[in-house]
């Protein structure tokens, strides 16, 4: 390799390096009035499989033990319980990130 650096390609890398910072950022897609739809199905599977897995388990240990509807009760409140707790640290998660943005957006 020559110490000499060829002063026609360090030209065609300036003029490619002056091309690629011309170009627009990509920004991000207005989701349009359905923006928030995504966060608010991710909360309802979130309730909704909490809630399918404490039937579940309350069905199967009613199966084994002969107390049919205990089970399934008690399971199913504690599955709510659990969606519920689930879906508020998915919205306190997603509220620290619209702060953040919100903050990072503000500074200049």
């Not at 360090?10 to 995504?38: I, N, V, W």
């Not at 002969?66 to 008690?74: D, E, K, Q, W, Y």
Request: glycine content about 10%.
């Amino acid at each position: 390799m020559s110490e000499n650096p060829d002063p026609e390609r360090l030209k065609a890398l300036a003029e490619k390096l002056e091309t690629a910072q011309e170009r627009p950022e990509h920004k991000k897609q207005d989701a349009g009035k359905y923006g928030g739809a995504g966060p608010a199905w991710q909360m309802v599977v979130e309730l909704t499989t909490g809630m399918a897995i404490g039937v579940i388990l309350g069905l199967a240990l009613d199966k084994w033990t002969g107390l049919a509807p205990l089970f399934v009760v008690i399971c199913t409140l504690l599955g709510f319980a659990a969606g519920v707790r689930v879906m508020i640290q998915t919205a306190n998660a997603y509220q620290k990130k619209a702060e953040a943005d919100a903050l990072k957006n503000k500074q200049p």
